[in-house]
């Protein structure tokens, strides 16, 4: 009806809908409001179904994804208009972020339960950040990258407050408002001088015009930039990672389980739709950026890492460091014919840096659990009495530092492969960059597993660790993947085809 | 290359692992289950070995056998390929003996904490990454089974070694990840600029067979760096000086069969990688760089056999003398020339089984002593007369003497770096003979020192009486005789003796060579006398690959 009337007033014509190719998004709002309402009817001590529910609802948008993907054939455009495009690319990551926001319901479950927490409102807040990163995979227009990412950003600014009598946690939620805020005001700007240039919200559109030719170059640089910066905050790239560690260590385990893979890959999301889609030709501009980010990320995260004494911090700072490494490949996407490479290395990075990241998440909510100390001390003598979890963490721990047989190295492979395929004084120097972090970094995994496997127990409890039914599900979902991608690669490798993205290219 | 049986050595590399899973199933406290599954799976693995040896085409040594080629990682090219020739063939078999006997021996022998499960487990998954390796043919599957060993051999260190161990673990896994990051780096560079090279860069793929190919005909600067990478990777195994630092801190801390496993195979990584990838790949980068690695060599024996001079400690020694004689595998290597190279491939084998060998006598030395400090060690042949023979025996295979198995390594790299690759008009030049002869000449000297810290080691351990603090614990009479003449002498030691007092309690009576140690050493002590009668037996299966491979540099 509403269109009718609009229809009377101008000549304004419905927009086809598409709605298989919507059906994840819609599965995800359904859910959300489900939970809510749900949330409102049941007595406390039945909350636990708004997470079964939000879980639920997670692996239901998955089907539309899957069926998606089987049909597979053309780039789906469900708009009609090329701003809001389902392809292959963002399929695969739509599961990504599905399929690791069921992981993060799987570890909140106890966590959430036990602490006393309000269940509902978080399981709401959660579908909300996985429904925005879900629509930030298909946004093809600077309205719509913006507002997926403040979908996803806002809820995670209240979900790492959400341990409210604990002052760490408070901080933890403001550092990250006020820094997150702050980043999207960057962004803002960027997208209104791309705007201003281009006349036009569409990606593509702005890509014909950001060539760094005419006479508003400068303009386009400070474009560039900003929107460059904008995400960097997301990415926690250094110099903007300083609310990374803080809100890692203050928020709840999950929520910083969440914050440290899937809010993260959305950061790298936007950059790809930017690198790529937005302004492909200004390579002169964003390769000396991205590589000099990419660099910086990399060895200030490792050797603070190397410092640290408390495990979440430990995993925050090695985060930090790994997107440096997701950049790397980033950085060098214009350069030669490094452009399918690097996409594909930044997508299988991101697919194995979940799983392992989660998994490692897992263990230590499932070690702290017993624990109740973050320290990496706390730790001491695992393998005496927990030696299936210490070899889990092992496993993770080694993937992270990139030690085949495990999926870590050949996250780190297809990086390097990457900017070697780039090339040139660039590609070649960051690659032997990347190679010294490498070895950087694995001195701290490696300093964590000889707290596991040989130091003493440090208060002498030894009484064994009760893995919870759904931690050990993540534990056994982000295990086989890790293990998996590391010994058959070619598994996630198809992921991330330049030619995935390449249709958005002819929208 | 001979696509026959191609299961046979999927069979072998993987057999391990299935031991592990069944493993993973046993309860930690059913010890004996646990230690007879894997000693079963190495067994059975060994039998795989054998039958692979059996079914060898040994007429056809130097080309590839059991070859597979598979789909594996295809968006980045790399295959599953994998086969085996002369140059493989005894560092395959090899790995597998090893692992058996030294799990064999680890029967009684589960150094502290104990949990002979993960223990049992680690060696197995150690096994998989070194035949792998061994088998591996193409860049990306060497360089996977290449780190396979890394972790099970850090946590062996780590977590069963001596006082230093959590320390001296750091410091390997350290070393080689460095060297491996770099390596990596230059396996994939060495894969574009080949790549970019090619007329169809669509056919570029992982395996060596396209490095083998390719690999030459990469410009000599390129060349020259990317052999840079795969040097620091591989001499960082080998080790070479100056990269072997973390050896004889690896080796006093591991636990016996770590330190076993470490001299036997690990090491030969290193080597292997040098024969098998960067030299054959690229050909034109080696003629530049043999000089450099054999003046690294050279002060790699001289270094090591002067750091054995100086050590105090028997375990630390035998380290350091794995410096020295990977020396020689090296300066054979550094010849570029067929005697060099298959002195080399010898020199693995033979050090492999005598420094094992010598790790094996020390560990068992270090469990009756609980000690192994040169000083307080003396007249193991009174008091143990079969292990100080072995003893003997070992050091004198070490020290190279004609007849056992240690000379055919060092003797032909000796011959060889005396006529090195040498001709202005071959395809990549040749080396210089006046420097490579100097050198052989300070190597020969390297064999004196040799006999000289050997022989040293041996008289002041085995030789004499048993010192005052062991002297009662013989199980035989010359101990007592021991005790009674040099009883009163016990005050002279004065840091010794409050040691000594306070350990008597919990010394078990010394007992000789034991059914375990026999049933490990044994095979050893033959394969030792065996190849150094008759060497031939080696030489004939490492030669047709060797000659093959120093074809691309046209000398002879």
Redesign the interface.
Known sequence: MLASLLAAVGDFTPPTVDFHALAPEIVLAVGLVVVLLVDLFVADHRRWITGTLAGFFMLGAVLPVVTLAVIGGDVRDALGDGRYVVDNFSLVLKALFLLAGYVVVLLSTNEMEEGGYYQGEYYVLLLSSVLGMVMLTSSRDLISVFVALEFLSIPAYMMAAWKKRDRKSNEAGVKYYLLGVFASAVLLYGFSLLYGLANSTKLVDIAGVITLEGDKVGVQVLAVAFAIIGFAFKISAVPFHTWAPDTYEGAPLPVTAFLSVASKAAGFVGLIALVYLTFPAAEEVYRPFLWVLAAATMTMGNLVALKQKNVVRLLAYSSISQGGFILMPLAMAGTGDAAGPAL?AVMTYLVIYAATNLGAFAIIIAVTRKTRSGDISSFGGL??YA?GVTVMM?IFL?SL?G???LGG??AK??A??AV??A?GGWG?SI??IG??N??IA??YY?ML??EM??KPVPDGDTTPIKVQAPVMAALAITGVCTVLFGV???LV??FGDITDLAGAFGL | MIQNQQWLLSLGVFLPLVGVAVMLFIP?SDESTVKGVAVLTAAATLAVGIYTMVQFDWDKAGSLQFFTTN??????KATYTIGLDGISLPLYVLSMIITLLVMIYSWDHVPS?GNPK?FFILMLVLQTGMAGTFVAQDL?LF???F??V??PM??MI??WGGEN??YA??KF??YT??GS??M??SF??LF?VTKNNAADPDAANFSFQWFMENGAGVAKNTAIWIFAGMFIGFAVKVPMFPFHTWLPDAHTQAPTQGSVILAAILLKLGTYGFVRIAIPFLPQAAVKWAPVIAVLAVIGIIYGALGCLAQTDMKRLIAFSSVAHMGFVMLGISTLTTLGINAALFGMVAHGLITGMLFFIAGSVKERYHTLEIKRLRGMLLQMPKMGWILGFSAMASLGLPGLAGFWGEFPALLASWNPLNGADLPFGGLSLTLFRVLTIIAALGTVLAAAYLLWLYQRTAFGEPSAEFAGLGADGHAAHGHDAHGHGAADHGDADSDGHADHGDHEPIHDVNKFEWVAWTPLLIAIVVFGVVPQLMFKVIDPGVTELVKVFGGK
Request: glycine share 6%; aromatic share 18%; charged share 10%.
């Open positions: 594909r393998f005496s030696p092992t080694a530092a030690i085949p047989p190295w050949y492979f297809g390097f492969r070697v395929d090339g070649y690659a032997v190679a010294i490498a070895v694995t001195a490696i597993m000889r496997w040989m058959l690669p070619g490798s198809k | 930690k789909k594996w990682i295809t968006p980045i904490p993960a990306i360089f996977v089974f780190e396979v890394l972790l850090y946590f780590g977590v161990r959590q673990s750091l896994f350290l990840m460095f990051a770099l990596l780096v994939i560079a574009v």
